[in-house]
Nanobody, 130 residues
């Protein structure tokens, strides 16, 4: 399972960096998605990053975080990051990461359907409040 760390309580306008890691498998081989779920709401897909190739990696973002959040990965550390800037109270949620499943596990699928991902683990709570 994937483990997310780095959450906490921050003020609006602040930044936070989340980490997604696992000791169960080599995360380098998989595209990884970021999601969040607030109480009483459906899980929302935020971003996805493909594996790193000779041409680099590609990433996608939902409209709700585009321009504020940046996804990256460090294969040496078997870790994927989500840099969150200009945080808003509506970003308050539990954040999760998951690996892409299926034959095309190395690239991000269209959309953020839960069924395209696996390895869901315990998320981390991010609270944005003054």
């Amino acid at each position: 399972q994937l483990v997310v760390s780095g959450g906490g309580l921050v003020q609006p306008g602040s930044s936070l960096r989340l980490s997604c890691a696992t000791s169960d498998f080599n995360l380098d081989y998989y595209a990884v998605g970021w999601f969040r779920q607030a109480p009483g709401k459906e899980r929302e897909g935020l971003s996805c990053i493909s594996t790193i190739t000779s041409r680099g990696s590609s990433s996608t973002y939902s409209d709700s975080v585009k321009g504020r959040f940046t996804v990256s990965r460090d294969n040496a550390k078997n870790t994927v990051y989500l840099q969150m800037n200009s945080l808003k109270p509506e970003d308050t949620s539990t954040y999760y990461c998951a690996a892409v499943r299926g034959d095309s596990y190395y690239k991000c699928p269209p959309g953020y359907s839960d069924s395209n991902y696996w390895g869901w683990g315990k998320g981390t709570l991010v609270t944005v409040s003054s």
